[in-house]
């Protein structure tokens, strides 16, 4: 990427986290250190790969650098702003604006299971609730052995554990840049054991789960 364009993203980006600050979350995109970490485990074979708010399209060029096939991948972004530059760069990726929280309920994959998934989610600004939907969604529709690579900035798994006990996952944190603005993590979210996690398991009541600390690897 050029300056020229890394800094029209940087712009783009900044003035998306002006106008919504919680949804984007972050005031620029990630750099290449960790767009590298997020994506380092995943490779073509894997077939479709869902990528979940992918912004500016960061995390996407890095799995084509990685040898995935563009039309493998589903883009979901809520946000407007980002949907047209994304169509631009990836005419051959699946983009659907919505929101991650809806995936189950959206029917988006009929066919062969889904290999990985890279999220760029703020989940720290997000409900327990809404994580557990989007992470409950996700797993659907994954194959066994996938796995959900989520980054964050804060010092542990921004998924709570109740949620990952509750939904049968454990997190491993593998890796960690602070060439990035700010300093970040990067997890990866599997299934403790094969299971089928069904439309059921979707179900949350607010008070199902408590927001608890956690760090290192957690609910293997
Ligand atoms: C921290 S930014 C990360 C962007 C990009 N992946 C990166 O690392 O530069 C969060 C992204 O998630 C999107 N987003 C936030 N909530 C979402 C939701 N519920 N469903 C889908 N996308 C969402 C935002 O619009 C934004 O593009």
Request: overall charge positive; charged content about 20%; aromatic content about 8%.
């Amino acid at each position: 990427m050029t300056a020229k364009a890394a800094c029209s993203d940087f712009l783009h980006f900044f003035r998306s986290w002006i106008s919504n600050p919680l949804r984007v979350a972050a005031i620029a995109p990630s750099g290449d250190s960790l767009a590298r970490i997020m994506t380092s485990e995943i490779a073509a074979l894997d077939g479709p790969i869902i990528e979940l708010g992918p912004g500016t399209g960061v995390f996407t060029r890095a799995l084509l650098a990685r040898g995935i096939d563009e039309a493998d991948l589903t883009l979901i972004e809520y946000g407007p702003e980002f949907i047209t530059a994304l169509h631009a760069r990836f005419p051959a990726a699946r983009i659907l604006q919505m929101d991650a929280a809806h995936l189950a309920q959206a029917d988006i994959f009929e066919g062969e299971p889904v290999g990985a998934v890279v999220s760029g989610l703020p989940l720290l600004s997000m409900s327990p609730r809404k994580i557990a939907s989007i992470l409950a969604g996700v797993f659907t529709y994954m194959r066994p052995g996938g796995a959900v690579y989520q980054f964050t900035y804060g010092p542990r798994c921004p998924v709570p554990r109740p949620i990952l006990d509750r939904l049968g996952l454990k997190a491993v944190r593998i890796g960690g840049t602070v060439r990035n603005l700010p300093p970040a993590s990067v997890y990866r979210i599997s299934r403790r054991k094969p299971l089928e996690l069904t439309r059921d398991r979707l179900r949350y009541r607010d008070d199902d789960i408590e927001v608890a600390a956690f760090s290192g690897e957690t609910g293997g």
